[in-house]
């Protein structure tokens, strides 16, 4: 029998296509019951405060870098979303006098624009590159910041970024946000057609890909224009370059941040709920990460909020 359809975009999947009872068992998830969904190979990580949240993201770009060695290099895969600890980035490089001369980064995304067949370029507004580039890397002095062939952005050519992973180079950790639409990077659930018309793909099938050009949910859209363009749809692309599972299952660790910015209430709880239970399901594909070996939700308590009704 199909599953219902989207409540949202009936032409895709996406989580409101699970079983009412699994969405409603995540609803009513405290604070402690979040805290208690850790174990092995996955662990659930409380900040107080948005200071200490993002100097702790911050720090995990830190860490990955001082384990990067000239004969046994390593590097950090790191998001657009959130933001806030890029600058914290710099100046914790810049201030501690820590070199990056062997040390690598991966962009996880970029923008792709169909006209021209290939990424956007950096005077897009909404360029990942640009962002990474401005927020962070511009502000580290030269005598430390890595060379410019180590740091790895997506490209519409997706052959030199993909052969990156596999050039010798250690991600120790791939960071990540979640969007409404419950992807990391740009993951996200499928359209519903063709042999994916009644179930979505396997999650074995799912996490086959590679790094890809995608056709955005949505939901996704209406995000980041809320989130980055101030709710000007036309300025996002309908189309993005995303790193895909296949690396995804190359970083030793994969930590995910939550501040309450971008995914809503029931989204926080829903995807560490499937991933704690081990319910891989890719129309909610964060939820895949149920079978990654090392995985970490980072949330700020302040951004945890609630899933009971409230009418405003």
């Known amino acids: 029998m199909p599953r219902k359809l989207s409540h949202i975009a009936p032409d895709w999947w996406d989580y409101t296509t699970l079983d009412d009872d699994l969405i ?28 200490d949240f993002y100097l702790a993201e911050a720090l ?13 290099p390593a ?43 290939k990424e956007v370029t950096m005077e897009h507004p909404l360029s990942f590159e640009k962002a990474d580039r401005h927020l962070c890397f511009n502000s580290i002095p030269k005598r430390l910041v890595m060379p410019d062939s180590q740091l790895h952005f997506p490209r519409a050519d997706v052959s030199e970024y993909v052969k990156s992973w ?17 992807h990391w990077a740009f993951n996200d659930p499928l359209r519903r057609k063709g042999k994916h018309k009644d179930a979505p793909p396997s999650p074995e099938e799912y996490r086959k890909l590679g790094t890809r050009i995608v056709e955005l949910h949505p939901v996704t859209l209406a995000q980041n224009a809320r989130t980055s363009g101030g709710g000007n749809v036309t300025l996002v692309p309908q189309k993005a370059i995303t ?6 299952w190359m970083a030793e660790k994969v930590s995910i941040w939550q501040a309450g910015m971008h995914d809503n209430p029931l ?3 829903l995807t560490a709920l499937m991933i704690s239970k081990r319910l891989p399901d890719s129309a909610v594909p964060m939820s895949l990460l149920a079978d990654h070996p090392n995985v970490q939700f980072n949330y700020f308590r302040g951004g945890l909020g609630s899933c009971q009704v409230e009418m405003h």
């Open 24 to 51: 409603n068992d995540a609803a009513r998830l405290t604070e402690r019951d979040l805290r208690q969904l850790s174990r092995p190979g996955f662990k659930v990580v409380m900040y107080d405060t948005l200071e």
């Open 60 to 72: 995990e770009y830190i860490h990955a870098w001082q384990q990067s060695t000239d004969d046994n």
């Open 75 to 117: 590097g950090i895969c790191g998001p657009i979303g959130p933001t806030e600890q890029l600058p914290l980035v710099a100046r914790l490089v810049t201030e501690l006098n820590i070199s990056l001369k062997s040390a690598h980064f991966w962009g996880m995304d970029e923008w792709y624009d169909e006209a021209t067949g």
């Open 166 to 182: 596999t050039a010798g180079v250690r991600c120790a950790v791939m960071q990540g946000g979640q969007g409404d639409i419950k």
């Open 243 to 248: 790193v895909g599972p296949k690396e995804t």
């Open 267 to 269: 989204g926080q709880r």
